[in-house]
RNA sequence: GGCUGGGUAGCUCAGUUGGUAGAGCAGGGGACUGAAAAUCCCUGUGUCGGGGGUUCGACUCCCUCCCCAGCCA
């Protein structure tokens, strides 16, 4: 890590300009970019996840396209590689830009956050899944309170996601519960400069509606055909993308063109209702309103902050 | 102009023999350590179209006006 500098981070709801900001702020710094998404991580997952196209980009964009689509991309693998990503660029004199909305993505790299590492038996999670569905999720719960008590208190009964992940642990020796640490008891790895970008709500969602139909317009449903040839589909983390997912119902039948286009708004509206509420409680965000900042306006104050705090 | 249906939460609609309203969706808030664009939790007061009347009391009955849809002229 370098002393001084603190990273710049842009975090903010999906349509709130991140994109344009952190590459405006790169620019004035001269550093690149370090995407904090998890779901641009996918190569090919281009018009649905809002990448910026190559040809566009003003300043190198990185961890994007790390990993194909037919693949489980992971936070622990995204802790590791983005703070290699990270620190290559600092040795280099480099300032990282980061830049994205997957917020435990972005604690997973800028605090200290353990993801035990170990083998994740994929086996043994079907056998917990087959266990949910025969004999429900009090009944799974009531294992993990019989094996873990202090965890299936911090779970709802019916999160069986969660209760299936504090289970594993349990078979690896750990405990959920106690690797939770409250985000104002974290050490930072890096010392860094959150901004967050706020958009008036009723805007946010009018940008959204209006970039959903842009990327139809871009042929969104072409790309998801594609890469449904190549492996893509409901079981597949990248499957369970908002603009994937929904097109890959409608192209089996289940929903038309149509209703897939509205549930991919308001399922964006709902993410970015998520994501608000995710960097909300995070007192280290800087907002900055971008109802009456312009992007470039917003750059030149990151960029300054920055720069400033590294006196 | 006449007849018939309707006008109840942002939308679609329920509403029992008159006791000032409730569902779905949308929306809002929140949690979050190996799938996180995922997963999960909490959350329903609105001039019951306007005005008048009957009544202890009207979304519910009566009158009148306005608006929408359909049919008839």
Redesign the pocket.
Same mark, same amino acid.
């Given at each position: 890590m370098m002393p001084g500098r603190p990273l710049a981070c842009i975090v903010g709801p999906?349509a709130s300009g991140k994109s344009a900001v952190a590459e405006q702020v790169a620019l004035l710094i001269s550093g690149e970019i370090v995407s904090i998404? +998890?779901?641009?991580i996918y190569r090919s997952m281009d018009i649905? @996840?809002?990448?910026v196209p190559p040809e566009q980009r003003l300043r190198p964009l990185h961890m994007v396209d790390v990993c194909a689509v037919d693949e489980?991309?992971?936070? =622990?693998r %995204?802790q590791a590689e983005a703070r290699a990503c990270i620190d290559a660029l600092l040795a280099q004199g480099i300032p990282p830009v980061l830049c994205g909305?997957?917020? $435990? *993505?972005l604690n997973?790299v800028i605090d200290e956050?353990? %993801?035990?590492?170990? *083998?994740?038996g994929d086996e043994r !999670?079907a056998r917990y =899944?087959e266990l949910a569905r025969t004999e429900g999720a009090a009944y799974l719960h009531g294992e993990l309170a019989r094996r873990d008590p202090a965890s299936a208190e +911090?779970i709802?009964p019916?999160?069986?996601?969660?209760t299936?992940?504090a289970l =594993?642990?349990c078979d =690896?020796g750990?405990s959920?519960a106690a690797?939770?640490?409250? $985000?104002h008891r974290?050490a930072p790895h890096y010392p860094a400069r959150i901004f967050g970008l706020d958009v008036p !709500?009723d805007l946010l969602?009018r940008r959204i509606d209006r970039r959903v139909d842009e990327m139809f317009d871009a042929g969104l449903v072409g790309e998801v055909e594609q890469l449904a040839s190549r492996g893509l589909s409901a079981r597949t983390?990248a499957g369970? +993308?908002?603009? *994937?997912?929904e097109i890959l119902k409608a192209l089996s039948g289940a929903m038309t063109m149509d209703e897939a286009r509205a549930a991919i708004k @308001?399922?964006?509206?709902? *993410?970015a209702?998520?994501? $608000?509420?995710?960097f909300?409680?995070d007192e280290r965000v800087t907002w900055i309103d971008m109802g009456d900042a312009s992007v470039r306006s917003a750059a030149q104050r990151i960029a300054q902050e920055v720069e400033h705090a590294a006196l």
């Open positions: 999906t998404d +998890a779901m641009q649905g @996840t809002a990448k489980n991309y992971s936070v =622990e %995204f909305g997957t917020g $435990l *993505y997973a956050m353990d %993801f035990p590492s170990g *083998y994740r !999670r =899944e +911090a709802h019916n999160n069986v996601r969660r299936i992940r =594993e642990m =690896e750990a959920y690797s939770l640490t409250s $985000l974290r !709500r969602y983390t369970q +993308a908002i603009g *994937y997912k @308001t399922n964006t509206r709902r *993410y209702k998520r994501q $608000l509420s995710w909300r409680h």
